[in-house]
C-alpha cells in the first residue's frame, strides 16, 4: 500500500561516482523530506522542500543535493559519492497540514567502495 | 528546537507479555507526539500520533501511547507482545512554527522470545 517509492533499494557504487537517488509519491503532497538514517542512531533530516521550486537544507550537514521540479518528484544526488556517504535514505512526504505525520518510503541502502 | 530521547537502545520481551517503550522530549510548548515503527528492510509505518485532547492515545497493531506534560513523556505500551511486533521503535517530535519538522529519537529495538 505504499504511496511513496524509492529507487534503487540497494546501491553498491565506486568511490567518485555520481549518483542520484529517485523518490516519488502520489498522495500530492507539498511536504517532502530525506533523511539519513544510520544503525543505533536517530535519523538526520538532511534536506526538505515545502512545494515545487522549494528547497531547504536540514539540520545535518550532506555533500548531497536536491531538487523539485515536479509536486510527486524530489531526487537527491551526490555528484562524487564517497565511502562516508555509506548509510540508509529514507525519503517522507506529508500534506500541507501543520501537524501531519510523514509517509515514508522503503529506504535505499547506499555503499560506496 | 525540539529534540527526543529514547532511554532503552534494546529491549528483550516473551510473547504474551507486556511491553513499554519510553520516550522523552524537549520541546517548549505543547508538541505534535509520534511513535513509529520500523521492520528490517522496511521504512517507517506510523504507529499513533497525539497533538491535543486525551492523552491517552490508541494506534494500530493494539498499541497505545500516553502524553505526560509533567514528565515530558510520550510512552508505548502494548498489552500482550506478538512475534510479528519484533522491529524497531522510533519516538519523534513534530515542532517548528514556520519550519515544521519532525526530530526522531535513536530507535529502540524489541527482540520477542518464543
Known amino acids: 500500500e505504499a504511496d511513496i517509492y524509492q529507487t534503487p533499494r540497494y546501491l553498491v557504487i565506486g568511490t567518485g561516482k555520481k549518483i542520484t537517488l529517485e523518490c516519488s509519491q502520489t498522495m500530492g503532497h507539498d511536504k517532502m523530506y530525506w533523511y539519513q538514517q544510520d544503525p543505533g542512531m536517530e535519523l538526520h533530516l538532511i534536506h526538505y522542500s515545502y512545494g515545487v521550486n522549494s528547497t531547504e537544507k536540514g539540520d545535518l550537514s550532506s555533500e548531497s543535493t536536491v531538487s523539485r521540479i515536479r509536486t510527486e518528484h524530489f531526487p537527491l544526488t551526490l555528484e562524487s559519492a564517497r565511502p562516508s556517504h555509506t548509510s540508509q535514505y529514507l525519503c517522507?512526504?506529508?500534506?500541507?497540514?501543520?501537524?501531519?505525520?510523514?509517509?515514508f518510503g522503503n529506504g535505499t541502502r547506499l555503499t560506496v567502495t | 528546537a525540539q529534540s527526543v530521547t529514547q532511554p532503552d537502545i534494546h529491549i528483550t520481551v516473551s510473547e504474551g507479555a507486556s511491553l513499554e517503550l519510553r520516550c522523552n522530549y524537549s520541546?517548549?510548548?505543547?508538541?505534535?507526539l509520534f511513535w513509529y515503527v520500523q521492520s528490517p528492510g522496511q521504512g517507517l509505518q506510523l504507529l499513533l500520533k497525539?497533538?491535543?485532547?486525551?492523552?491517552l492515545v490508541q494506534g494500530i497493531k493494539g498499541f497505545e501511547a500516553e502524553f505526560k506534560r509533567s514528565q515530558s513523556s510520550f510512552n508505548l505500551r502494548k498489552p500482550s507482545v506478538h512475534w510479528s511486533d519484533a522491529a524497531e521503535y522510533f519516538c519523534?517530535?513534530?515542532?517548528?512554527?514556520?519550519?515544521?519538522?519532525?526530530?526522531f529519537g535513536a530507535g529502540t529495538t524489541v527482540t520477542v522470545r518464543a
Open positions: 520541546y517548549g510548548a505543547t508538541p505534535y
Open positions: 517522507a512526504s506529508g500534506d500541507r497540514e501543520y501537524g501531519s505525520p510523514l509517509h
Open positions: 519523534a517530535v513534530g515542532a517548528g512554527s514556520n519550519d515544521y519538522k519532525l526530530s
Open positions: 497525539y497533538f491535543s485532547g486525551d492523552t
